[in-house]
């Protein structure tokens, strides 16, 4: 029902919403990367990274670079 109702899974879902704030909180803040896995739910800073470039296309310290 959840993916009929979204397009996708539950999982899935969460993890676009992890992305998202990742990527404001990169904008917005100067918190140290691993800190920020923490704050948007990720166990450690290498799931993050991975994660966060299969879905972005760079790791999050470029994806950082590039907003400045």
């Known amino acids: 029902v ?3 109702a ?3 899974s539950p999982h899935q879902f969460v993890l676009n919403r992890r ?3 990742a990527k404001n909180l990169l ?7 691993s800190e920020l ?3 948007v739910g990720f166990a ?3 799931h993050f990274g991975a994660t966060f470039r ?3 296309g760079m790791t999050p310290h470029r994806y950082r670079m590039t907003l400045r």
Do not use: D, H, M, P
């Open 2 to 4: 959840f993916k009929r």
């Open 6 to 8: 979204t397009g996708v």
């Open 19 to 21: 992305i998202e704030r």
């Open 27 to 33: 904008r917005e803040s100067k918190v140290q990367l």
């Open 37 to 39: 896995a923490l704050e």
């Open 44 to 46: 450690n800073q290498s």
């Open 54 to 56: 299969r879905a972005v």
